[in-house]
């Protein structure tokens, strides 16, 4: 599990749970249950902290906080 702060809420919009990383700009997942919203929100994040170090661009250090809205 990351320790990257996750904000989870209910879109209604997208019919569908969001969950937002703000540490890593643009990096956000969706699902239809919390818990695949989250399981995939850790799945972006990786990819995005592999993306990020093949750029070598920064990668923030986590809060290390979960939260869930």
Do not use: H
């Not at 703000?22 to 592999?50: K, M, S």
Request: charged residues 30%; contains cysteine.
């Amino acid at each position: 599990m990351t320790r990257y702060e996750i904000i989870l809420y209910w879109s209604a919009e997208d019919e569908a749970f969001i969950a937002e990383v703000p540490e890593l700009a643009g990096c956000a997942a969706d699902g239809a249950t919390r818990q695949e919203a989250l399981a995939n929100a850790e799945v972006v994040i990786e990819e995005w902290l592999e993306t990020a170090r093949e750029l070598g661009r920064p990668v923030p250090e986590p809060k290390g906080r979960l939260l869930f809205a």
